[in-house]
């Protein structure tokens, strides 16, 4: 039988760390794409992702919802991966399409253009990308995640694809 949030939530507040691993699995995916989302970097979102879940360990029992869990979860983990983007901002940029294309050589210059194209999205439209289309979260899954409606997880979703369409024939051309 699958528990819900909640009930994972309660139980891991009791000290059954085998809830708060079934909470880790559910939701991993979707801390990675957040982490990504603003870091850009696989790497340095599973870092992120990583830090989130230990401090929602450590803060747990400040949860008062625990159906909030998804939400409460992505919070840290924005706030997580915003400051490691000030941190990183702090030292050299490094060119993110130029370190993909050395590392697989094989990348298309078509995968290095959509990669730099959305980096280009606002964060919360790079965000429900990452999170529908390269975690495979379903709409209400995100919707549970940033605290926000299907309806507007299908808005936001629409204007990212345009703006990402746009971004891409400005690219071309």
């Known amino acids: 039988m699958e528990h819900s ?3 994972l939530v309660e139980a891991a507040c009791r000290g059954d760390l085998g809830s708060f691993r079934k909470l880790y699995e559910r939701h991993y995916r979707m801390t990675i794409a957040i982490a990504r989302s603003r870091l850009s970097d696989r790497h340095l979102a599973e870092d992120a992702a990583q830090e989130a879940f230990a401090t929602a360990c450590r ?3 400040l949860l008062r919802d625990g159906r909030r869990f998804p939400e409460w979860l992505g919070t840290m983990c924005r706030r997580t991966a915003s400051r ?7 030292h050299s940029p490094i060119d993110a399409a130029a370190v993909a294309t050395r590392q697989n050589p094989d990348n298309s210059e078509a995968v290095v253009r959509v990669q730099q194209a959305l980096e280009q999205l606002p964060a919360a439209g790079r965000e429900v990308i990452l999170l529908h289309y390269f975690s495979g979260l379903s709409y209400e899954e995100i919707s549970q995640t940033l605290g926000i409606t299907p309806r ?3 808005g936001r979703l629409q204007r990212a694809r345009g703006a990402l369409k746009q971004q891409l024939a400005q690219a071309a051309e």
Not at 84 to 90: D, F, G, H, I, Q
């Open 5 to 7: 949030d909640a009930e």
């Open 152 to 154: 507007s997880v299908q």
């Open 84 to 90: 490691m983007a000030r941190s990183r901002r702090r």
């Open 59 to 61: 803060q747990l029992s």
